[in-house]
Antibody, heavy 118, light 109 residues
Framework: VRVQESGPGLVKPSETLSLTCAVS?????????WNWVRQSPGKGPQWLGE???????NYNPSLQSRLTISVDKSQNHFYLVLTNVTAADTATYFC????????????WGPGTLVTVSS | EIVLTQSPGTLSLSPGERATLSCRAS???????LAWYQQRPGQPPTLLIY???TRDTGIPDRFSGSGSGTDFTLTIRRLEPEDFAVYYC??????????FGQGTKLEMK
């Protein structure tokens, strides 16, 4: 299984951040949850949320009002949309797989750095 | 929300020594929900241990995990140069919510 993030490296404050995670070597419709995790510079990781191929989602309550995670089975991709971003959303964003029934993430993508700045 | 506290924040040791890293939860948790990761600079976290004590495939046996309730430990015996990195614990609670500790930096003395 491989996952790879992509998206803009720079987003302006108050705008919307959109990221894509491409899943390879396994169907996104397999027995997995697909996750987003971010890590601000010098900080520990923060779990953002996850999506099942059927569309069911779980979100970090601290971001739930601004966050949407979705899946496109035809593309074998899943997505993150974070609205009304601020400098506090500057981080490296990772996508990762969680097998259903286990409680850890593996593998992770290499990450993509997103900077929020005007 | 369960809070994870890792200690120490930084651990300075020499190759060949033994490292003991702690992860304490703010309330009792099931060991099956606790994992440990290693992160090298510029890399994503790599899974070392899951269910508190099960090594992931390919992880050397110098890495071991233990603990129950609120106190969990990652032990690295006979440190190798490549082991100097940052280590995080990860916990799932039934909210559902995943929480990482703030990390322990293992640095070479």
């Amino acid at each position: 299984v491989r996952v790879q993030e992509s998206g803009p490296g720079l987003v302006k404050p108050s705008e919307t951040l959109s990221l894509t995670c491409a899943v390879s070597d396994v169907s996104i419709s397999s027995d997995n949850w697909w996750n987003w995790v971010r890590q601000s510079p010098g900080k520990g990781p923060q779990w953002l949320g996850e999506v099942w191929h059927g569309g069911r989602t779980n979100y970090n309550p601290s971001l739930q009002s601004r966050l949407t995670i979705s899946v496109d089975k035809s593309q074998n991709h899943f997505y993150l949309v974070l609205t009304n971003v601020t400098a506090a959303d500057t981080a490296t964003y990772f996508c990762a797989r969680r097998i259903r029934g286990v409680y850890f993430f593996d593998p992770w993508g290499p990450g993509t750095l997103v900077t929020v700045s005007s | 929300e369960i809070v994870l506290t890792q200690s120490p924040g930084t651990l300075s040791l020499s190759p060949g020594e033994r490292a003991t890293l702690s992860c304490r939860a703010s309330q009792s948790v099931s060991a099956s929900l606790l994992a440990w990761y290693q992160q090298r600079p510029g890399q994503p976290p790599t899974l070392l241990i899951y269910s508190a004590s099960t090594r992931d495939t390919g992880i050397p046996d110098r890495f071991s995990g233990s603990g129950s309730g609120t106190d969990f430990t990652l032990t690295i015996r006979r440190l190798e140069p490549e082991d100097f990195a940052v280590y995080y614990c990860l916990l799932y609670d039934n909210s559902p919510m995943y929480t990482f500790g703030q990390g322990t930096k293992l640095e070479m003395k």
